[in-house]
């Protein structure tokens, strides 16, 4: 640990006494002007503070490569041997297809007057919840669009409440579920306030309000629904999940999040975990959009997710949303559509729950009344 020519520096000397509560008082030398400060203005008070006391030592041991190292196809995530998918998709274009079809012809329960399910988008910055919305809408409108802001920024571009409708077709009606675009989560005391969740869960939040750091929402909140029904309530939660930063995602954002699914869980309503930018994560994947339920990566991502959030692995899927592309591609598409069509079979559950509720209700007051 020296250099210069005539070791203008050196940081330590064989051993040296540990911290000692305050510092280490390293025992090597400072001498700079042999060669390091000459003509360059330096001395031992500019360089090191006139002193050799420092308040931590890192020691790093330099050794050499294996060949292996260097191999690039030796640090290619494994994939499972072709067959043994942890997954079964097709990945044909009449698949593609018949999952618009499927996603398309769903409709909620009549009696439940509930004409669109509501599917709430929440996620950390990022993290591609609006870019979800824009992929399921490219599909339907037959081109790559880009209706709800997105990008890579720092702080959250969904700066407003947004209920999202998908048409059929350009000037067809609206698909029976709406996609609920909520502000993004922050490390900081910035991003989607958690106070708020509890009147977007419950359907209070009119549509394009613009969300407040310095105000959070209440009954004085313009356009709040004092009176919420089923049709208006959240029918599924969709937590967008970036797969390359689940394993160093701070703690606090974390926590938050976990905080969402239990707030969701104990209003009964079913959560979603979507793990998106899978192309990002596994080269092999990036090659080919199919091997992705190959990818042992992906799959221990999902486990890690499950352990982590108590979400079950089958309410887990990872995506590709568009973000460079500028045509449509079908394997894109495939792993949208299925994933959608997953979500909407989840918020069908919550419904058939409470219809269930509702007619035991009104069971037992014809019984009363007998």
């Known amino acids: 640990p020296v250099f210069g020519g005539g070791h203008d520096w050196q940081a330590f000397s064989g051993a040296y006494a540990a911290n000692n509560g305050n510092f280490v008082a390293a025992n090597g030398s400072c001498g700079i002007g ?39 196809k030796k640090k290619l995530p494994k994939l499972l041997p072709e067959g043994k998918d942890w997954r079964k998709l097709q990945w044909t274009d009449e698949e593609r297809d018949r999952l618009k079809q499927q996603v398309g012809r769903y409709k909620p329960r009549p009696s439940l007057s509930v004409a669109q399910v509501n599917i709430l988008l929440v996620g950390q910055v990022g993290s591609g919840k ?12 037959g081109r790559v669009s880009s209706q709800a802001m997105t990008g890579s920024q720092p702080h959250s571009l969904t700066t407003r409440y947004r209920t999202y409708e998908v048409r059929g077709e350009r000037d067809g009606e609206s698909l029976c579920f709406r996609l609920c675009d909520t502000m993004g989560l922050e490390d900081a005391n910035t991003g989607l306030d958690l106070d708020d969740l509890p009147y977007l869960l419950d359907g209070n939040v009119p549509d394009r309000y613009q969300f407040n750091p310095a105000a959070n929402i209440s009954p004085a909140t313009p356009g709040f629904r004092n009176v919420t029904s089923l049709k208006d309530r959240t029918h599924c939660v969709v937590l967008a999940l970036d797969i390359c930063n689940i394993s160093v995602m701070p703690q606090g954002t974390m926590d938050k999040i976990k905080t969402i699914y239990n707030k969701a869980l104990k209003r009964g309503i079913p959560t979603v975990v979507l793990l998106t930018k899978v192309d990002k994560a596994c080269e092999h994947v990036a090659d080919d959009l199919t091997l992705v339920y190959r990818s042992r990566f992906i799959l221990e991502k999902v486990q890690e997710i499950s352990e982590k959030l108590g979400v079950p692995q089958y309410h887990i899927f990872p995506v590709q949303n ?16 299925s994933a959608l069509l997953k979500i909407l079979g989840f918020a069908d559950d919550y419904l058939d729950e409470h219809y269930e509720a509702l007619a035991t209700e009104n069971l037992a007051r014809l019984n009363v009344k007998e």
């Not at 609006?130 to 409108?141: E, P, T, W």
């Open 322 to 337: 568009y973000s460079w592309q500028s045509d449509l591609d079908s394997k894109i598409d495939i792993l949208a559509l």
């Open 34 to 72: 042999h060669t390091y400060g000459s003509g360059m203005g330096h001395n031992s008070n500019t360089f090191c503070g006139g002193n050799l006391n420092y308040l931590d030592v890192e020691v790093y041991s330099i050794g050499e490569r294996k060949k292996d190292e260097d191999d690039p």
């Open 130 to 141: 609006s870019s979800f919305f824009n992929s399921i809408n490219s599909i339907y409108k």
